[in-house]
């Protein structure tokens, strides 16, 4: 659970918002007026065509950022996590991973939260050189930010995908992306990628010192205030209403939405908005733990929580199904036309082969041909 601990000195305080409105005044000069861009809504769809393929296999990886050796219970190996990765990658012929934030943590005393710029060392000891698998090096990671990446400069991470690495995309907070693939390209799966931190956190209520850069730069980017919050829940209702031809809509955010961890601040709106517009699944991550609800004949939502990319710790209470703590691992999914298949892989010692073990698998239908668990 969080500790509570005294704020920052008002000195402090000063110099890390000076920091942070430096960091935003140089991205947005540099890049033309970026900050719009990055922080706005967009109608913009990524569009991904997969010609010939019969399948689109990808990957969900979050809470990913520590590098750690696992060194106890709750901090395991990346490592053994991406070889597992590599070897599913391989085998089923991946075409992307979909991250789902806390990109970067603090790994020591001496460390900091998040990432400071792009050309912080923790993009290659903590990303390149621990993904660097050969199948692996050539996904791209559709991104979001998790709460850890907000913590220092949020703006770093976006700014290093649209000039240094676009495999590492996150051409903004809130995005869109669409995959086409299957007889005539005609199946479609949407993916809509959200940042969760604007609907989970209330700035009046955030007292832990290690979370003030997050309550800073909310403030500083305007994304606290209840206008701020409902014109990002319209801009998803739009997304939601604009694709309900597609097969499949996805929505990909941080923080969970399985049983009471849906209930807090606004994520309730949130997962109203989910039911209401037939989303297929949503993924998240947050907590530390692998974990699954399936659709009910109330909702045809499946919800994944893949957050176990380096660290364990303790899930929701409400989940149908999940791994006990000290569990490291990740999903691997394949979409076809009419379903979709996954798995839970628990990549906590690995094999001779580098392979995880299935730990849990299902399938979910497509839009068209979904029906409620009975």
């Not at 969970?256 to 949130?270: D, F, H, K, T, W």
Request: some cysteine.
């Amino acid at each position: 659970m969080f500790r509570t601990s005294k704020r920052p000195t008002p000195r402090c305080f000063y110099i890390v918002s000076l920091l942070l409105f430096i960091s935003s005044l140089y991205i947005t000069l540099s890049f033309g007026g970026l900050l719009p861009s990055i922080f706005g809504t967009s109608t913009i769809i990524y569009e991904e065509t997969y010609s010939n393929a019969k399948t689109v296999d990808f990957l969900v990886i979050g809470d990913w950022g520590n590098a750690g050796k696992g060194r106890d219970l709750e901090h395991g190996s990346q490592a053994n996590v991406s070889k597992a990765m590599e070897f599913i990658a391989n085998q089923h012929d991946s075409k992307f991973i979909v991250n789902v934030g806390d990109n970067f943590y603090k790994r020591s005393a001496k460390d900091h939260q998040g990432i400071l710029n792009v050309s912080d060392s923790k993009w290659e000891e903590i990303w390149l050189n621990v993904y660097n698998g050969t199948k692996l090096r050539k996904l791209p990671w559709y991104t979001v930010a998790g709460n850890h990446d907000w913590y220092t400069n949020i703006t770093a991470q976006i700014e290093y995908s649209l000039t240094v690495d676009s495999r590492f995309f996150f051409p903004s907070l809130f995005y869109v992306r669409s995959s086409l693939f299957g007889k005539e390209m005609k199946t479609k799966a949407v993916w809509i990628h959200i940042d969760t931190n604007v609907f989970y956190y209330n700035v009046d209520t955030i007292v832990e010192t290690k979370m003030e850069g997050l309550r800073i730069n909310l403030l500083n980017f305007g994304l606290h205030t209840q206008q701020a919050i409902e014109d990002k829940l319209k801009w998803i209702e739009q997304r939601l209403i604009e694709n309900q031809d597609a097969d499949y809509i996805f929505v990909v955010g941080h923080h969970p939405l399985i049983g009471v961890c849906s209930q807090v601040n606004y994520m309730p709106r949130l997962l109203e908005l989910l039911e209401r517009y037939r989303v297929s699944a949503y993924f998240s991550g947050h907590n530390h733990v692998l974990e699954y609800k399936a659709p009910t004949k109330f909702s045809p939502v499946a919800f994944f929580i893949s957050g176990a990319g380096c660290k364990t710790g303790y899930g929701c209470e409400g989940k149908d199904w999940g791994m006990p703590r000290g569990t490291f691992g990740f999903v691997h999914a394949n979409i076809k036309e009419e379903t979709m298949d996954f798995e839970f892989i628990d990549a906590t010692k690995l094999n001779k082969q580098s392979a995880g073990e299935i730990v849990y698998s299902g399938t979910i239908n497509s839009r068209l041909n979904w029906y409620p668990k009975i």
